[in-house]
């Protein structure tokens, strides 16, 4: 089992910036890599980043590109969202999982409970 919570949203003025953490536990944690998703109210969950315990660069979503940084503190459990330059259209409810990878995808194995993001404007 993997247990998955995430932390530090909140509300926030288009420019600002949140640092998003998720906290992984469970036996079975290592086996996959952590992604993050959102959705927005009346919209499908959709793909925001990944990445591996092991190394490799991170992956993003192309909306994110260049103002998200996904990191990984593996001493901790812990992987970090940082979010840069905001705008209104990331607001939603983010959330962690714990994934793996198949061709040009990611399938979600285990979810957080979700934190909500919301940008002002």
């Known amino acids: 089992q993997v247990q998955l919570v995430e932390s530090g949203g909140g509300l926030v003025q288009a420019g600002g910036s949140l640092r998003l953490s998720c906290a992984a536990s469970?036996?079975?944690?290592?086996?996959?890599?952590m992604g993050w998703f959102r959705q927005a109210p009346g919209k499908e969950r959709e793909f925001v980043a990944a990445i591996s315990w092991s190394g490799g660069s991170p992956d993003y979503a192309d909306s994110v590109k260049g103002r998200f940084t996904l990191s990984r503190d593996n001493y901790k459990n812990t992987v970090y969202l940082q979010m840069n330059s905001l705008k209104p259209e990331d607001t939603a409810v983010y959330y962690c999982?714990?994934?793996?990878?198949?061709?040009?995808?990611?399938?979600?194995?285990?979810w957080g409970q979700g934190t909500q993001v919301t940008v002002s404007s």
């Open positions: 999982a714990a994934v793996r990878r198949y061709s040009g995808s990611y399938g979600a194995h285990y």
């Open positions: 469970g036996r079975t944690v290592s086996s996959y890599a």
